[in-house]
DNA sequence: TTTGTTGCAAAACGTTTGCAGCCTC
DNA sequence: GAGGCTGCAAACGTTTTGCAACAAA
C-alpha cells in the first residue's frame, strides 16, 4: 500500500484520468475533489452535497457524476451498507477497506489486518485482473450484544 | 461449513427461528423459503416474486417482510453489490461468500480459497462477535480487459 | 464552433409504510 | 378473541434523466 497523498498528487491523477479518457476538466469536478480530499471518513451524496453548497454552487447531479467519475479514476471506492443510500470512502493511498458491521445498529467500523490483507492481495486470477477489494464482516458490536442479551433475558 | 442441506433441515431452522422469536408461521413465509429453495444462484426481491407468483399468490411487501426474517434467521444473505438493487443469496450448508465483480460489466463470478477463509475466520475481536462474511474483489474480467485494450488502442 | 457538462426539475427505481381485513395462535 | 400478518396502493428517499443554457477544448 502506498503511503497518504497530497492534495497535488490526487489532483495530478484525476487531470491524468481526465485526459485519458477526454473528458473536461471542469472547475466543479476539482471543487468537489479538494472537498472529498479535506472530508475524514466516509461520506455520502447528499452529505457531500449539503456541506459543499455552503460555499460553492454545485447540483447534485453534478456531485453524482463526479463520484461517478472519482471511481472510475480509482480514487474514491463505493459501499452499498445500509440499503438505503451508498457510501463513498476516499482511496488516497494507505487505506483500510475492511469493515465491521453491525448488524444490529448498523455501526460501521474499520479495521486492519496483515495476515488477511496478504492472503486476499497475493491471490491471482488467470481470468480476471483484480484492483481493489472491499471485506465486510456482520456480526453484533458489544453493546448491541449486551442489549439483546438483556431483552432475552427479559422475555423468559 | 456445513455440507448443503435438505429441504426439511432448512424447514426446521427456519421454524425454529419463528417460534424462538414469536413470529407466526404463515403460508406464504414456507412458500417463498420453498421456492428459494429450490432456486440456482442469487436473486433479486422482484425476481423472486415475478417467479412465485406464476402459480402462488403473494405480495412484494410480503416478499420483502419474508426476506428480512430469512436474513434475521441466517438463512439468506443480502449483497447491495450493482446500487440498484439487492441481491439475496441462500446460506443453507457449503456456501461461498467470496465475489469477484467486474467493475465494467457488472459480471459477478464466486470463487473459493482456503487461506482467504482461513485468515478471516480465525480473526477474533473483542468487541465484536461476528457471525459471517462477505468478500469482493473488483476489477475487470478477461471479457472487459480485452475490450476496453481494443478501444484505447483504436483512439491512438 | 463544437459538444461535453451543468443546473434544475421531474421521473424513475427499489423498497417501505399505512390500513383494512384475514388468519395464526 | 387478540393482534400479528397479508395484500394493495400510495409514499418514500436516493439516484437518474431530459433539456436548455453554458463553457472547455
Same mark, same amino acid.
Given at each position: 500500500?502506498?503511503?497518504?497523498? /497530497? ?9 491524468? =484520468?481526465?485526459? $485519458? ?10 471543487? +468537489?475533489? $479538494? #472537498? +472529498? =480530499?479535506?472530508?475524514?471518513? #466516509? ?9 459543499? %453548497? ?7 447531479? %453534478? ?14 471506492? @463505493?459501499?452499498?451498507? *445500509? ?5 463513498? $470512502? ?18 460501521? @467500523? ?5 495476515? +488477511?490483507? %496478504?492472503? +486476499?492481495?497475493? @491471490? %491471482?486470477?488467470?481470468?480476471? $485482473?483484480?484492483?481493489?477489494?472491499? !471485506?465486510?464482516?456482520? *456480526? !453484533?458490536? /458489544?453493546?448491541?450484544?449486551? !442489549? ?9
Amino acid at each position: 500500500m502506498k503511503a497518504n497523498q /497530497s492534495y497535488e498528487q490526487v489532483r495530478g491523477l484525476f487531470t491524468q =484520468y481526465l485526459k $485519458e479518457n477526454q473528458h473536461r476538466k471542469t472547475p466543479e469536478r476539482y471543487a +468537489i475533489l $479538494e #472537498h +472529498i =480530499y479535506n472530508y475524514v471518513g #466516509h461520506f455520502n451524496a447528499e452529505l457531500l452535497y449539503n456541506s459543499m %453548497t455552503e460555499n460553492y454552487r454545485v447540483s447534485l447531479a %453534478t456531485v453524482y457524476n463526479t463520484l461517478d467519475l472519482m471511481m472510475a479514476a480509482n480514487l474514491i471506492v @463505493k459501499h452499498q451498507l *445500509g440499503g438505503q443510500f451508498a457510501q463513498y $470512502e476516499k482511496n488516497f493511498g494507505s487505506n483500510i477497506h475492511n469493515h465491521l458491521i453491525c448488524s444490529n445498529c448498523g455501526k460501521v @467500523k474499520e479495521f486492519s489486518d496483515k495476515q +488477511i490483507r %496478504t492472503s +486476499i492481495q497475493t @491471490k %491471482t486470477f488467470s481470468l480476471f $485482473e483484480v484492483s481493489h477489494y472491499s !471485506l465486510y464482516l456482520f *456480526g !453484533l458490536c /458489544s453493546k448491541c450484544k449486551e !442489549l439483546l442479551h438483556n431483552e432475552n433475558a427479559k422475555s423468559l
